[in-house]
């Protein structure tokens, strides 16, 4: 079974300071990982997917698969990063199912 | 476009009672739909998940229950509600584009116990 693991519940930076987010997961197969966001009083969406390899708001992630990891990187927090990150993996389960299983998230928060 | 919806928003209920939170999605077909619980500090906790009509499959054995009576609905139930089973649920899809899979969410329902 796949598990995805967020190690910090709480992540406190100044703005302008470095961010990462760290992201470690479990899977036996070849892993579709991604980034969802929580802004406060808005909908979970998708930041990033790895098979992309896209900058989006600034934040990057790149999928290590030797130390099965897809941390989420940002050189400068802004305010407006404040919010709850959940990275996630998909799996395929078979007779066109997916599994996503998400981590139990980080909440950022981006000191002034 | 493809839209989301899930009903209602909150809701208060006794312990004992029946529930049922339904779920629907517009503007695809045959999409892997999905129930989530989310509780702070226990992040998203995939509760239920559906391939199609009448395909369920369960993460976490509980209280609750899911069905899929048509291709683009799926609802959760549960036929005696307990304290526990409070919290924020969350329905989603799983969508196809050219940039990728991606997940989207409905609204939530807050549901609360009393």
């Known amino acids: 079974a796949q598990r995805v693991t967020q190690p910090e519940k709480l992540l406190s930076v100044f703005k302008g300071a470095p961010v990462e987010l760290k992201c470690n997961y479990s899977y036996s197969g070849s892993p579709e990982l991604f980034w969802y966001v929580q802004y406060s009083r808005q909908r979970l969406q998708l930041l990033l997917r790895h098979i992309s390899r896209e900058s989006i708001k600034g934040f990057t992630a790149d999928l290590n698969k030797g130390e099965t990891s897809f941390h989420l990187k940002k050189p400068f927090a802004q305010e407006e990063d404040s919010a709850m990150y959940y990275c996630a993996l998909s799996a395929y389960s078979g007779a066109g199912s997916y599994q996503l299983t998400f981590g139990k998230g980080t909440k950022l928060s981006v000191i002034p | 476009s493809q839209t989301i919806h899930q009903w209602p928003a909150t809701l208060v209920q006794p312990v004992g009672s029946p529930l049922s939170l339904e779920c629907t999605v517009e503007?695809?077909?045959?999409?892997?739909l999905y129930w989530y619980r989310q509780a702070a500090g226990r992040g998203l906790q995939l509760l239920f998940y559906?391939?199609?009509?009448?395909?369920i499959s369960s993460e976490v054995p509980q209280n609750l229950s899911a069905s899929r009576p048509q291709d683009r609905q799926f609802i959760l139930s549960s036929k005696k509600l307990l304290l526990s089973d409070s919290g924020f649920y969350l329905c989603?899809?799983?969508?196809?584009?050219?940039?990728?899979?991606?997940?989207?969410f409905g609204q939530g329902t807050r549901l609360t116990v009393v």
């Open positions: 503007g695809t077909s045959n999409p892997n």
């Open positions: 989603a899809w799983r969508g196809v584009l050219p940039g990728g899979t991606e997940a989207f």
């Open positions: 559906s391939v199609g009509i009448g395909q």
